[in-house]
């Protein structure tokens, strides 16, 4: 059976027209949903990407950081290279004019010094962290290298004084001193000096390391 349409073409035009229209709508729709459902992952990605970035950068400034360490710290491991070798190899970091000028103070001006001797000596490790230490030779054909061994800078001194007294003074106030360890007499003896009687005395003793 066919179906008469008794409508007018002018109304079924425009029945065609909005039910056209309603479907373009409907698509319309349907795009801008999927473009907000778009937009908004897009959003998060890109929130996403933001924060690791942000990451990134801080790890970056701390690379960077530690990059501008690296120099200070070369640096500071080569002079402990330098003081390590100075302290091993030569006994001590002080330098001769601090020895002197130690000296100088302590001396009084009534006694004069005649010999000063500086030399780096091989020390048993176990002696030189307690009690006397003395100076390490071979024996048997071994060598001081054989050993568990440091060098110390030890001092020999001769000098001259008036009386006992003035070296016992002497060799206190060598003892308080911060520049040496270990002060030890070694003889006295009564000597003639320009025509006067005076103590010649020796003493040693090791620079602080």
């Not at 360490?69 to 080569?78: D, F, H, S």
């Not at 000296?103 to 010999?115: D, F, V």
């Not at 048993?124 to 110390?152: F, H, I, L």
Request: charged letters at 25%.
């Amino acid at each position: 059976m066919n179906r008469v349409e008794f409508l007018p073409e002018r109304i079924r035009q425009w029945r065609l027209r909005r039910s056209r229209l309603i479907r373009q709508g409907c698509l319309l729709g349907t795009c801008l949903l999927a473009m907000l459902v778009l937009t908004f992952v897009r959003h998060g990605r890109i929130a996403q990407a933001r924060g690791e970035l942000t990451v990134l950068e801080d790890r970056v400034g701390n690379v960077q950081r530690q990059v501008g360490m690296i120099e200070p710290l070369e640096r500071q491991m080569v002079e402990l290279m330098i003081k390590k070798r100075i302290e091993s190899e030569l006994g001590s970091r002080t330098d001769c004019t601090a020895v002197l000028a130690e000296l100088c103070r302590l001396m009084p001006p009534n006694m004069a010094m005649i010999s000063l001797d500086l030399k780096t000596v091989e020390l048993r490790a176990e002696a030189a962290k307690s009690g006397p230490v003395t100076a390490m030779r071979p024996s048997d054909g071994s060598s001081p290298g054989s050993a568990a061994v440091v060098r110390r800078v030890r001092l020999v001194m001769t000098g001259l004084a008036p009386t006992d007294v003035d070296v016992a003074n002497f060799i206190g106030q060598l003892s308080a001193s911060p520049l040496f360890e270990e002060v030890n007499m070694g003889y006295t003896k009564t000597v003639n000096f320009s025509g006067r009687s005076g103590r010649e005395f020796q003493a040693s003793c090791y620079l602080l390391r």
